[in-house]
């Protein structure tokens, strides 16, 4: 063990937590790191930096059984010094960008994507101008032109990472570019539901990743969660599925013996960057801590058992090697690549279409168990047809559950 780290496990906690703050250590890492945890993960601070990569029950028995709200252990990992330095100054032009842009009437996503067409791989921040589709294929266009868009951007800036810290490191000539994107919120579908999957008799025990109805057409379950407000299970799910006075939700016919839960109104978000919300349990009905399977013999599959961490998609993103899941009551189980990260949704090279909305992003640990990474939302429209979704860390923060 070096002297540094060998001191920093004999420090007190705040002396601690404000030195790794000091060595560029992220708010995500410190919130949860203990001295033991550190001297375990055996980072060397000079060439290292400590990453939060998910968090995982310590108490899932009684999360499953009880109800009780999820203990969970945070798991670490470790990245090169150089790779903070290009993720980390590549989300601060990000920032700067969305700064920059916040007064424009302009909807706008500010994110960082890979560019892998020159001879080296190299961080780009993308600044997309978001043509917006209806579910009756209409498009919602921004009042501002898009060269007149692209005139209030810089061709590149300089990003710093571990702004403020010991271990600043400034970044030049991070290219800026401005793309004209058209998005698709999966809107609920109204397909003959006899073609489409995880279309079982759930009721009474709801799943996340399930065909339901919400009043209208259909959409999927995203994870099950724990209330910290109610201190119950819920379920949650995308946003525009539940809003504009959705009051009840069946599964898996629209009966009233299979409607299972009601919209909490006060946290539904119908729209980027935040898609989500609340389903709480009627009507007799209990949520199952597992994913859907699409067998009427087994139809849960494992339970979910945590989630992957905002930091971990930002490492990521560009990884061919490293593929997220998501599972929806279209397409069933698809699986990609993270392409852009921002800085509460995230899109994948997976495929998504109307009734997939609110189904979970998700990875499986080493045991079999899903994480989960975050909430559908959408898909591209414009070449890509990349699958988006809501950071399931964003959605912890803002509605209070926790998964």
Partial sequence: MSEKRRKLTRMGRRRFLNTLSSLGVGGAAI????????????????DEVPRLGRLVHTNHDAVVN?????????????????????????????????????SLPVPVRVGVTTDTSGHRRRKVVSVQYLI?????????????????????????ATGVAGRG????????????????????????????PDTQYYDTEYFPDIPGGC???????????????????????????????????VDKCYQNDEVEEDRFGTPDDTRVDPGLPVDAG??????????????????DSAPYGPNVFGIISGTKIKDREGDTSWEVKKQGANTGICSG???????????TDAISRGGDSGGPHYREDDYGRPLIAGINY???TDGSDDAIGTLMSAIESQFNVTV
């Fill in 31 to 46: 919130s949860f790191m203990s001295q033991d945890a550190f001297a375990e993960l055996d980072v060397n601070l000079d």
């Fill in 132 to 156: 917006q589709e209806t579910s009756s294929g209409d498009e919602i266009r921004p009042d501002m032109a898009f060269t007149q868009f692209e005139d209030h951007l810089p061709a590149s």
């Fill in 211 to 245: 065909y339901y109805i919400p009043e209208s057409g259909y959409c999927t379950t995203g994870t099950p969660a724990h209330d910290d407000l109610n201190d119950e299970l819920v379920i949650v799910g995308a946003g525009h599925c539940l809003d504009e006075g």
């Fill in 165 to 192: 810290t010991e271990e600043e490191r400034a970044v030049e000539d991070i290219p800026v570019k401005a793309e004209k994107v058209t998005v698709k919120p999966d809107f609920p579908c109204d397909t003959d």
């Fill in 66 to 102: 009880q109800a009780v709200k999820p203990n969970r252990e945070p798991k670490y990992y470790k990245i090169s010094r150089e790779k903070w330095a290009i993720v980390e100054s590549a989300h601060d032009v990000r920032k700067q960008v969305e700064e920059q842009l916040s």
């Fill in 378 to 380: 959408g898909h591209r």
């Fill in 278 to 295: 609340v389903i709480q349990m009627r009507n007799g009905a209990n949520v199952d801590y597992s994913l859907a399977e699409n067998t």
């Fill in 337 to 347: 690549h993270v392409t852009y990260a921002y800085g509460s949704t995230f899109d």
